[in-house]
């Protein structure tokens, strides 16, 4: 199943070109052809495949030979959604040759994640990774901040599949912050499919149903009927998993009704596959047998580990009905594909299920060697179960945090005792004879061997109590990106321009919390970063978002090396960001060339002073003498300044 629902994210895991002149040239023509073909993929392949067909006779016709590259990458995306997996590898060979006989550096890196697209499907996790490394390296040597999060999602698949589950967590949370930055909202619901995927995989249902509800959510919004389907699939699955069969079969009929409305050939495989896991689970062996012959009977693509995963189910139905031989056919099938894909937990469960069905034919020593490859098998699935309980420990956090607190409390208050209770016994001991002297040896031994066992347990609370307040500046991290987020989409929605303003103003401050946390799950320490550093992400965030009408902003920034603690880092950063909005708002209307100038340096009394200047006016005479009564933006300045106090100096 998780097959199935991990599917849907290679579908969006391609770059998308874009015209909108109304009179293009032939070559424009054709690219917008190719283009459309690959936009309508997966609502109608047929369709698609005659307007790419539309475009290449363009390209013959005129001998377009730089639009063959990208024709040959998306006929390649095309054959790779038909099933044709060979056909598919040579056309984005083709495409690559093309890319790189005109330098297409942009063309070439989305040809290679094509090819790790395919070769996840196909089950080559290796050469899948490759293809995606070689991708991503070219998408940072040319900046493509659309296409690196796509390579993070498809990196993470890889890592997900080979059961390394908190790297795939870590390239997943890294895909969601490019997905938001981007408002790339459709591979952003495959993300969160993705993240719930890992938790179903890990045990915890409720965490996986709650991110495919997310998923729903964002491919409603944007009427994408095919991934909404996918997402019905999954919580078919979880649900029966958790044992809510009436409610997995509903999901698992619309999904089906779905697909078969948009006749897509490969959600309605999966949706069979679903259909015939809960009727197996109901012990309904001949309706579950009649959905997954169906689905074998359809199926015609080049994906040997979806085909795995129904000839286990197959199996598992011959083995309840004690069809011991036929059981055996399907698992041994199985477990071919699954030797390819090196998934421990499946290698577990197969070699285990033909034990069963050799014990059921009296094969005693054809059980007893695949029942020693289960147990072989099991240490592996124990490791991933290790990292469930590191991955559990994020919704522990505050009662770990709090119990850890306490422990600590307590162990320095045990501590004093001890030292006083030694100290008493010393004294104690210098009115006494020599043999009392030796005793009193032994106990100074003992309380000297305690304080030591109970430094060794501080040092291990404080290491934990590190990792955790990683994990929640990781979190906080996202959160406050997911808040950002929303209110953009909510500065879209409102036509009042002081209303949008206000939204925008908002966004920047929240941003500028948000990279404090950023820099904190970067830093080697939980509380302090690089002030330097976290000005100049400010800086590049706000030009981002702000803009004069026919002028261009130029912001100068001299910043000095400083590590300074988060709390004033975030108030530093709060004033840059009010003062570049107040600039931004009220000091260039009457200046052709708007500059903004930002200098940090350690004064003569070793304090750090931030200076900052533009070439407006200035604040009295854009804003009139009552700023200070109608500004938030400079009463949330004096009010961070004074919480400075003199321990650093703000000049402006």
Known sequence: MKKICLVMSLLYLSSTFLFSQKDVSLQQQAHIY???????????????????????????????????????????????????????????????????????????????????????????LDKANDYYNRSLLIKKKINDTIGIPLLHNGLGIVADYKGDYL???????????????????????????????????????????????????????????????????????????????????????????????????????YALAALGDVEAKTGKFENALMHYNKFMELFDADDPYMKAQVNEKIGNIYLAKRKYKEAIEKFVEAEKVYNLTGNSKELRDINRELSLAYKGLN????????????????????????????????????????EAENQTLKAKQTLQKAQISSQNKMLLG?????????????LL???????????????????????????????????????????????????????????????????????????????????????????????EHLLGIFSIPDKELNIVTEFCDYTINA?????????????????????????EN???????????????????SDNGPGISKTMGDNIKETSLGIKLIDLLRKQLGDRYVVVV
């Open 34 to 124: 190719i283009h459309d073909a690959f936009e309508i993929r997966n609502s109608n392949l047929d369709s698609s495949f005659i307007l790419v067909k539309k475009g290449d006779q363009l390209i013959r016709k005129h001998n377009i030979d730089k639009e063959r590259g990208y024709y040959f990458h998306i006929l390649g995306v095309l054959q790779r959604l038909s099933g044709k997996a060979e056909l598919a590898d040579s056309l984005l060979q083709v495409s690559i040759s093309y890319y790189k006989k005109y330098n297409d550096q942009r063309g070439i890196s989305i040809s290679y994640q094509e090819l790790g697209n395919l070769y996840i499907q196909t089950g080559d």
């Open 167 to 269: 790297k795939a967590v870590d390239l997943y949370f890294k895909a969601i912050e490019g997905f938001l930055h981007n408002k790339d909202y459709v591979n952003l619901s495959d993300a969160y499919n993705n993240i719930s995927i890992i938790h179903y995989n890990l045990g915890n249902l409720t965490e996986a149903i709650d991110y495919q509800y997310k998923a729903i959510d964002l491919n409603k919004r944007l009427k994408n009927k095919y991934s909404e389907s996918m997402n019905y699939v999954c919580i078919s699955s979880f649900l029966l998993e958790k044992g809510d069969r009436p409610e997995a079969k509903k999901y698992a009929e619309d999904a089906l009704q779905i697909t078969k409305s948009m006749k897509n050939h490969f959600g309605t495989l």
């Open 363 to 402: 094969k005693i020593d054809k059980a007893f060697y695949y029942l020693e490859r289960s147990n072989i098998y099991q240490d592996s699935v124990f490791n991933q179960n290790k990292v469930r309980d590191m991955m559990q420990m994020e919704a522990k956090f505050q009662n770990k945090q709090k």
């Open 430 to 442: 210098g009115g006494i004879g020599l043999g009392i002297i030796s005793l009193l040896s032994l």
């Open 445 to 539: 031994y003992r309380q000297s061997h305690k304080r030591k066992l109970m430094n060794e347990t501080l040092s291990q609370q404080k290491d934990k109590i590190q990792l955790l307040n990683r994990e929640l500046n990781h979190r906080v991290k996202n959160n406050l990106a997911f808040m950002t987020s929303l209110l953009e989409m909510q500065g879209r929605r409102t036509e009042s321009a002081e209303t949008k303003q206000a939204l925008i103003e908002s966004e920047s401050r929240l941003k500028a919390l948000a990279l404090v946390h950023s820099q904190l799950f970067r830093s080697d320490t939980d509380t302090e970063v690089n002030l330097k550093n976290y000005l100049e992400e400010i800086k």
């Open 567 to 591: 709390e004033d880092a975030m108030r530093l950063g709060l004033i840059v960001n009010e003062l570049i909005t107040n600039s931004v708002k009220h000091a260039f209307t009457d200046i």
């Open 594 to 612: 708007p500059k903004i100038t930002i200098r940090t340096n350690i004064n003569s009394e070793g304090k750090l002073t931030l200076n900052y």
